[in-house]
């Protein structure tokens, strides 16, 4: 049934499209043919300055209107240290796009109404212009120059890794289908090993080497906690498939690539509160978080900063979000301090313990014996990053 | 003022008699010869060597899968816009894939979601704006405005079509295996393509994604050569290369490209296809899925990535270049003007050829390479924005001082100058890899290459298939028809993919089965409601074209007149019944460059009319 009245739909559609057709072919042979193209000529020169005004309108308005969706206004301020450079990039490359598309368009249009066809007009024969050319060459040239200059004085800055002497936190993300798994360095701020083939569900989910000292205080917390203003290197690994990890408030995205651990280094500058405060300014966020109960939360006060994917890694790739929080240096120690290692809640005296047999008191003097010789080896990760 | 010529037997029997004085005869008066490629039904219309009608092949073929792409378009466009309304209704259609929960509500499922994301993609980069717009109009123009009988080889150009076929038949069987169609997006990347673990559609959709791409190279590769061959060798007496039209520069150009970048690609399918079925591990490492830890060891995602955008990126330009040509030619012919700076348009698209084959990487910068790199693709991909921009206002300037037609064809080339302006000024941000860090792969980049590639290069096609419609099938196509099919497709287009500019500032990411998740991208349902009416009102447009086609190639009101546009060009010079072999007797042989018009008081002069005693050849 609903198949035949589909049919019977584009049937109908059909014939009055091409009973449409024939009327006008009708009306020209009535009216004659030049008269006719002359007309539609004038019409249809009106409708391009009409679309063209309509359009350049529209642009304005939904600018203004949506002000608050751009990068670095209203509630999209950057949150890091390096978003404002590129924030400020996105503003100068629109202001030079922003003038050769109102001036482009507008000449597009205007010409095509200007110069339509009509009685007793003709063409004239222009066919190059080699100072025109010159000059409408050299102008994109020399803007283009300047944001190429810019824009790679902004890359190189953003994207440098921790020098030698620098402070800062490392953490790790991996992705996997469809969750992001987080680990941080505990006390000795160093993390340890990992190896895929060691990667026992539940127990083991990144594939830690127990092995290596350095993983012993290792945690693993489902959201991501950092102290504001504080440097941070995210090493950014994957378990199975391609994924990103992608901060949009702090403007930061990582392709996540098995094998290949990459890194991005960034300096959170506004706290979770900070930028709830922010948010509650603007009208948008003064809305209950929750439309159906109007005694829900404001929306800015439910905000919260999310990591998110950015590389299609399959069916549930939309769904991989985990909370991220930017607290003051004392609430970030004494978050950490309420962590427990992964080694001791799930691995200590395991099977999967490598210190099964050694007595408690014998480990810790292993440990911090072995923290000055974990120095000499370079680690497994780090030689691969090198490369 | 003369727009639909309604004028004079006198000068198209001019041209046949400066044929007949100044023609070059290549003996063609055997007729059998082309009664041999042309006795029957089958090789006819079926199994043709016959350029035109290979170009009609394209040409509807393309049509087809437009029309599948864009409905799988529509159907991921109504889970965006309208994730709470229910798609039982689509039951029938989509089968399994729709899933009805106890109270009869159908949801998409995620995984056919994916699939038909990727299968959109697909299509219309490869079938719809590759062979549908390349395969169509440089089978149905090179010759013809060369000045020659058919392509180099016209069996090869047969198989090229034939092997487009046969792809498309692959991929359409692909749609209706039970795991459904390919999955991983149209750029395939590995892990995700190379394991079935990974992604229902990894598995034997894959295998069939594959198989199909790989042949479609085939076709590419046959048709690109015998471009090549055919521009190169059989121009006809006089046709130098810069009295060559701007088309046939742009699918000449076009087909270096395809021929140098394609082969690429199925280098990286062959390595994907040893890691997925013979334990390699060219592009796998460290990977952990479905419980187990896999043997591969060694291998790089990011080297697919290289191999991908090495032919990526051209594959871009592939794409854009024929719709460039077209627009070219049909603003010229349209404007009654010379267009303007042609030498600078054919310098422009060799360096745009050039340029994209250094590119590639720009798809790339936050996929974990070595950000030092990215600075030698970031100085070349903004390069390229000099010679487009060169050709932009080519354009603008070949309408000025116009005496311009505003017909059907004509308004969609302008519209063509339109979106590339608004697509290709993105492409200045997304480019620059500092601000490409929040940008890439969010909705920005989906509104940049839709409105500058996908939008931009329908157009082209739009304006190509209006203006040479009659050349194709002796009929016109209704221009009011066309008109109201322009506007409503240049409103429409904006409607749907302006807007996403919005979203990607705001840092919604694309290829998201649901926004739902998070909290930053969750409230724009307003916007995205917006893009999904706006795409189903510009597909309803779209029939309209499809009406006008079919029925203009029965009805459509006749050519009276060989040249109905007063265009310079050879194919005008043609007579009105399409014959094998193009002209009757004697090959034309050119005498001038293409855009004569509004020359010394003349309309137009074909380029068959020899330079009068004084006068001198402008280029």
Known sequence: ?387 | MANIATQSQPEVLREDMLIEELGFDDHFHDHHHGDKYQSNFINTYVFSQDHKVIAKQFLITGMFWAVVGALMSLVFRLQLGFPEESIAWLKPVLGKWVEINAEGFGTLSQDFYYALVTMHGTILVFFVLTAGLSGTFSNLLIPLQLGARDMASPFLNMLSYWFFFLAGAIMFASLFISTGPFSGGWVAYPPLSALPQASQGSGAGMTLWTLSLVFFVVSVLLGGINYITTVLNLRTKGMSLWRMPLTIWAFFITAIIGLLSFPVLVSAFLLLMFDRGMGTSFFLSDIYIGGQALDHVGGSPILFQHLFWFLGHPEVYIIILPAMGLVSEVLSVHSRKPIFGYKAMVYSIMAIAFLSFIVWAHHMFMSGVNPFISNFFVIFTLIIAVPSAVKVFNWIATLYKGNIRLNAASLFAIGFVSMFISGGLTGIFLGNSALDIQLHDTYFVVAHFHIVMGVAAFFGMFAGIYNWFPKMYGRFMNDTLGKIHFWGTLVGAYAIFWPMHYLGMAGVPRRYFSFDSFQAFAHFDGMNQFITIGAILTFAFQVIFIVNFFYSIWKGKKMTTRNPWGATTLEWTTPIERIHGNWPDKLPTVQRWAYDYGKDGKEFISQVEPLGPDEKEVH
Request: net charge negative; with cysteine.
């Open chain 1, 1 to 387: 049934m609903t198949v035949l009245l589909v049919l019977l739909c584009v049937a109908l559609i059909t014939i009055i499209v091409v009973q449409v057709g024939k009327v006008t072919e009708l009306a020209s042979k009535i009216r004659g043919e030049e008269e006719m193209q002359e007309a539609a000529n004038r019409r249809h020169g009106f409708y391009l300055m009409a679309f063209m005004i309509l359009f350049l309108v529209a642009t304005v308005v939904s600018t203004l209107y949506y002000k608050n969706y751009f990068l670095g206004y209203g509630p999209h301020k950057s949150a890091s240290a390096h978003g404002g450079t590129l924030d400020y990039l996105f503003d100068v490359t629109l202001f030079f796009t922003g003038i050769v598309f109102v001036i482009t368009q507008i000449l597009l249009f205007y010409y095509g109404y200007r110069y339509k066809a009509q009685r007793g007009t003709k063409a004239s024969f222009i066919s190059h212009d080699n100072k025109l050319e010159i000059v409408w060459t050299v102008i994109p040239a020399v803007v283009m120059a300047f944001l190429v200059i810019s824009g790679l004085d902004a890359w190189n800055e953003v994207m440098a890794d921790v020098g030698e002497d620098e402070e800062y936190i490392e953490i790790e993300a991996t992705g996997y289908q469809f969750a992001w798994g987080l680990r941080y360095p505990g006390a000795d701020g160093e993390l340890g090993r990992k190896d895929f083939r060691l990667i026992k569900p539940g127990s083991n989910d990144l594939g830690i080497d127990w092995n290596d000292e350095r993983s012993l205080d290792d945690f693993l917390p489902n959201e991501i906690v950092l102290p504001v203003n504080k440097k941070v290197r995210v090493r950014i690994t994957a378990r199975d498939v391609l994924h990103n990890f992608y901060l949009p408030h702090f403007r930061l995205k990582m392709d996540a690539v098995p094998g290949i651990p990459t890194y991005f280094v960034f300096t959170p500058t506004k706290t979770t509160e900070e930028y709830r405060q922010e948010l509650s300014q603007y009208e948008e966020y003064q809305v209950p978080a929750d439309p159906t109960d109007p005694e829900s939360p404001m929306l800015w006060e439910d905000f919260n900063y999310e990591l998110a994917c950015a590389e299609l890694c399959g069916r549930g790739h939309w769904s991989m979000q985990k909370i991220v929080r930017i607290v003051s240096e004392e609430e970030y120690e004494a978050w950490k301090a309420t962590q427990t290692p992964h080694y001791e809640q799930l691995i200590k005296g395991t099977d999967d313990d490598p210190y099964k047999e050694d007595t408690v008191e014998e480990t810790t003097e292993e440990v911090e014996e072995s923290t000055s010789e974990a120095e000499a080896p370079a680690s497994e990760e780090e030689t691969e990053e090198a490369h």
